[in-house]
């Protein structure tokens, strides 16, 4: 297993609270309902496939978040730590379809500077991306993880992303992005230290 996320040194993922056979069977049935003979060439092995595919997206419904922040160490440093620009590819749980952009997360250490690695923001963020999702949830689920297991003076954390539900039916609007936020500790209460983040966050 690799750090936290569900994922193997090589890659792949390791779900084994996920039902292949069920998903599988249940792939074919949504065939047949629209219509489709699961059963024709390029089809008969697509069911397997897709819930292959699925386990994957939604390898994060079977780790501990708290796994992934258990490394921390003391590195003396109170001001702000900032990440920005993580991928993150989720699915909206109201259609099953990708949303995709990109994340954000700035926290202020406390005054032990506990700090985690870098990289495991990333895994965060890959580990409540990869279940059903709606983007405020996600964003709020990474800042309280990060509350939690770094008490830290401050977090911030920004997604924007796109919705392909909005983009490829229904509304039809490709392209617009919704911005969503989360702030806790000192970016909730000093305006001042939440604009300085936001204008990090932003590039400017
Ligand atoms: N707040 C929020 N809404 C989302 C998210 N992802 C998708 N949605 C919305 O969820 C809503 C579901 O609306 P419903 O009316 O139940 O479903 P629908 O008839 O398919 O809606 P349309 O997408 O408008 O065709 C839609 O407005 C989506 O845009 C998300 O991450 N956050
Ligand atoms: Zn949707």
Redesign the pocket.
């Known amino acids: 297993m690799g750090a936290g996320d569900g994922s193997r040194p090589d890659g792949s993922f390791h779900a084994p609270n996920f039902d292949q056979a069920r998903a599988e069977a249940a792939i074919r049935e949504l065939l047949l309902a629209a219509g489709e003979d699961p059963d024709r060439d390029g089809l008969k092995d697509t069911p397997a496939r897709v819930a292959r595919s699925y386990r994957e997206l939604f390898a994060g419904l079977y780790t501990d978040p708290d796994e992934v922040l258990s490394k921390t160490f003391d590195e003396a440093h109170e001001e702000l730590v900032l990440v920005r620009d993580i991928p993150v590819y989720s699915q ?4 099953l379809l990708p ?1 995709h952009g990109y994340a954000h997360i700035g926290y202020i250490p406390n005054s032990q500077g506990r700090v985690t690695g870098l990289s495991k923001l990333a895994r965060l963020v890959d580990l409540y991306a990869k279940r059903p ?6 964003t709020s689920q990474v800042a309280d993880a990060l509350v939690r297991r770094l008490e830290p003076r401050g977090v911030i954390v920004v997604v924007d992303a796109e ?1 392909l ?2 983009g490829m ?3 039809r609007k490709a392209g617009s992005t ?1 911005t969503t936020s989360a702030v806790r500790g000192i970016f909730r209460s000093s305006a001042s230290s939440r604009s300085e983040a936001l204008s990090l966050i932003r590039g400017r």
């Open positions: 909206c749980e109201h259609h949303f999702q709606v983007q405020e949830r996600l919705h539900c909005m039916r229904g509304v919704t």
